[in-house]
């Protein structure tokens, strides 16, 4: 495995190579309710939380399951928006000249993290304090497009070139190892287990979802992806979520059934699906659609 310098701070969750914000298409964020019956799920309870004219997208859940964030458009660019999933309030987090994309509540709980691209063309990860003060770039050297936290020292990343690179990031030591060429934007840590999922994209037109063991070096192929779609979540450590047009789609790890449709947002009038993001209970849902 190729070792390059790394310096500083940071992250594991998701962008690309990012265009300004005028030049996106309008999305919207819908948050759903999800309820286990009888050993199935149910989707229930839509409702838009962006509720914005033009690019709403990239939605993570913090990690104690109060808030929802999310990129936003803000006059001509994207600003870190928090959805207080208990009072239905929302709040701005960043106030740059840059466009921020993909926040992620850090492992300290004290700051966002975000890619930031700034009117200079740079594009890099920064840091935000929670309660207000100046963002720092906490990763100078590598142009992120998207990336997930491992945990709180080890950070997964798209790295952006030619070819593009998923490289393991250590803070502690410093070192940033490639692991593979050409992944997928989707970066995930499974859960209940010390492994990540990512999408091969090296084939063409197979992309493979595989989870990648720290301990040991190996991938390991779950399954094909949806085809044609490159956006997942893990709906729990053995079932992937997955959409494609109007419809939602299981798959079980454990089973050999393959993808299984689980829900129809047709009949809400929603389409276009794109990035989805699960609650750290499992008990709502946040899917990325075409906005109206």
Do not use: C
Request: glycine share 8%; net charge negative; proline share 5%.
């Amino acid at each position: 495995m190729k070792k390059t310098p790394f310096f500083i701070a940071l992250v594991f969750a998701s962008v690309l190579l990012i265009q300004p914000s005028y030049a996106q298409t309008s999305t919207e964020v819908y948050l759903f309710d999800i309820e286990l019956m009888d050993g199935e799920y149910t989707l229930m309870n839509p409702r838009n939380v962006s509720d914005n004219d033009g690019y709403d997208n990239q939605p993570s859940f913090t990690a104690d399951g109060k808030g929802l964030l999310f990129a936003s458009t803000r006059g001509d660019q994207t600003d870190i928006l928090w959805y207080d999933l208990s009072t239905a309030t929302k709040r701005w987090l960043s106030d740059t000249e840059g466009g921020e994309y993909s926040p992620v509540l850090m492992p300290s709980g004290k700051h966002i993290s975000a890619v930031r691209l700034d009117p200079d063309g740079l594009q890099r990860l920064y840091r935000y304090p929670i309660k207000g003060g100046k963002p720092e770039v906490i990763v100078p050297e590598l142009k992120i497009g998207y990336y997930a936290w491992y945990n709180a020292d080890v950070l997964v990343s798209f790295i952006l070139g030619d070819p593009a690179t998923l490289q393991k990031n250590d803070i502690s030591s410093g070192i940033s190892t490639v692991l593979f060429e050409r992944p997928g934007r989707s970066i995930h840590k499974i859960p209940n287990t010390d492994h990540f999922s990512f999408i091969d994209q090296s084939k063409g037109d197979e992309w493979l979802i595989k989870a990648y063991n720290p301990s040991t070096g190996n991938a390991t192929l779950i399954t094909e992806t949806l085809k044609g779609s490159q956006d997942m979540a893990w709906l729990d450590s053995d079932r992937i979520l997955m959409g494609k047009d109007s419809k939602l789609y299981i798959y079980h790890t454990k089973e050999s059934t393959g993808w299984i449709e689980f829900h129809d947002l047709k009949q809400w009038g929603l389409s276009e699906i794109t990035r989805l993001a699960v609650h750290p209970t499992g008990k709502h849902l946040a899917v990325v659609v075409s906005g109206k």
